[in-house]
């Protein structure tokens, strides 16, 4: 999987935890939390939805890794 495809999967993942979130309107290299009411809820399962979807097992250490969909699709590039 490629950087692209990747951000894509993760829009979709992003869009199923908050489907209010329209993805269109995403900027790809913004904070989630500072586009749209992104919580710490909205952050844990977006961790599972990672870890269900990539297998990629994402610590609560590294939760702030996935903060925009560049840095998320950055970070787990390198765990695939």
Known sequence: MNREELKQKLLALVTGVAPDIEPSEVLPGVPLRDQ???DSMDTLNYAIAIHREL???VPEADYSKLASLDSAA???LARL
């Open 36 to 38: 749209f009411d992104f």
């Open 55 to 57: 297998g990629v097992d």
């Open 74 to 76: 950055d970070y787990l």
